[in-house]
């Protein structure tokens, strides 16, 4: 099954202002995980948030899930022209073991 | 800065040939994973290796694929008779603490097959 699909797939936003990217996923997980991409470069770790919680923060982070809807949100607050980069939502699903299942991902513009 | 160094960066390979890609640990780890990226798609799992066996792997790795640990701390993934389709970002992962901690991945071997 196809976990993690996100949108939207781009956004594009002034500096200072939030950004909202959610992911979708279809099957039970027992955590999702947010992470970071900068162009060309390895996936940063950002946050994760077990199937038990339903908001976590981290600085400027804030992410939620309904595991009812399988749906999850990273919520960047008062973004930087730093923040420019790709965000991937990744599930590690009850069945499989410990793999992650990304997602598409989001390609977040922040302009100075 | 990255815990897990993967070498070489970037590498280029004639279709057939056979490219090893190595993830070097900075402490040491008995899980690991490798993944790839083909060029704007997502990330995809390849294999799970645990206390020197493979403990998880996706339909993607087939028969062309192997790894090791050859010498106990390097971690290789090995590519047999490579094809243009293998042309991708692969990273080497490890768990950051116990479960429900998140992963921390290499910076990424470029591969390209020409």
């Known amino acids: 099954s196809q976990q993690g699909e996100e949108d939207p797939q781009a956004l594009s936003i002034q500096e200072g202002e939030n950004a909202t990217m959610n992911c979708s996923y279809k099957t039970s997980i027992n955590n999702l995980q947010w992470y970071r991409q900068n162009s060309g470069r390895g996936l940063v770790h950002l946050i994760l948030?077990?199937?038990?919680?339903r908001e976590k923060h981290s600085g400027r982070l804030r992410v939620t899930l309904d595991t009812s809807k399988k749906s999850s949100s990273l919520l960047i607050t008062a973004s930087r022209a730093a923040d420019t980069a790709s965000y991937f939502c990744a599930g590690v699903e009850d069945t499989s073991g410990s793999r992650l299942t990304f997602g598409e991902g989001t390609q977040l513009t922040v302009n100075p | 800065e990255p815990e897990v160094t993967q070498t070489p960066s970037h590498q280029v390979t004639q279709m057939g040939q056979e490219v090893i890609l190595r993830c070097v640990p900075i402490s040491n780890h008995l899980y690991f994973y490798w993944y790839r990226q083909i060029l704007g798609q997502k990330v995809e799992f390849l294999v799970s290796f645990y206390n020197n066996e493979i403990s998880e792997k996706s339909e993607i790795f087939d028969d062309q694929f192997s790894v090791e640990r050859p010498d106990g701390s390097n971690f290789t993934l090995k590519i047999r008779s490579t094809k243009l389709e293998d042309s991708a970002m692969y990273f080497c992962?490890?768990?950051?603490?116990?479960?429900?901690?998140?992963?921390?991945f290499g910076s990424g071997t470029r591969l390209t097959v020409v």
């Open positions: 948030i077990r199937s038990n919680e």
């Open positions: 992962a490890r768990p950051r603490g116990g479960a429900n901690y998140g992963y921390t």
